[in-house]
């Protein structure tokens, strides 16, 4: 069985099972110390009956700063989707859902808009699992990124996808058609 529980500091020396895997984002420690003291309720870790950890989430709640509030571009209170990865030998068991789920409740409890997240435009498997789970595309991040990971030599655009709260009951933060709607990275605030 597997249960989820908050991400603790010595987790960090536990990670291999998820980290080591090719498609799985890494990070600098500094920056996984980073969303534990700013939003512990929101890191979470998959841990089977062994206690290895078999995957994990981290997410964040912010809003974009006042002088970006009046562009095209503003954000405001929501959930982010930082990083979620799930050990390659765990995945198709639902852990990706059950992760993604405790981060939208922590979201709720806390009256975001929405969770948003971003994906290659690749991804057509994350795609998928997002799409299944409720989630759109509002729009296209044109050349996010950047690291080649596909061998075109070209950068590759970002889905930003999300997935309105009981908070937006007019669905203003859902967009028809968001693949088509083409941004720039720089129209993207990033502190």
Do not use: C
């Amino acid at each position: 069985m597997t249960s989820l529980r908050q991400f603790e500091p010595q987790d960090l020396l536990r990670m291999n099972l998820t980290n080591l895997d090719p498609l799985t984002e890494n990070f600098n420690i500094d920056f996984y110390l980073h969303y534990l003291t700013k939003w512990p309720s929101l890191f979470t870790v998959a841990e089977n009956q062994q206690g290895h950890i078999i995957g994990y989430m981290m997410g964040k709640l912010e809003e974009d700063p006042l002088w970006v509030k009046f562009t095209p571009h503003y954000l405001p209170w929501h959930g982010h989707v930082t990083a979620l990865t799930v050990a390659p030998q765990f995945r198709r068991l639902g852990l990706a859902q059950l992760l993604t789920l405790a981060l939208e409740r922590g979201s709720e409890d806390q009256k975001a808009w929405f969770v948003d997240l971003f994906v290659r435009e690749s991804n057509d498997t994350a795609i998928g699992l997002y799409k299944g789970m409720g989630y759109s595309i509002f729009r296209r991040v044109v050349d996010y990124y950047s690291d080649d990971l596909s061998g075109r030599m070209a950068a590759e655009d970002a889905f930003d996808m999300r997935k309105p709260l009981s908070r937006d009951k007019r669905r203003q933060y859902v967009r028809k058609n968001g693949e088509t709607f083409r941004v720039m990275p720089e129209d993207i605030y990033h502190p």
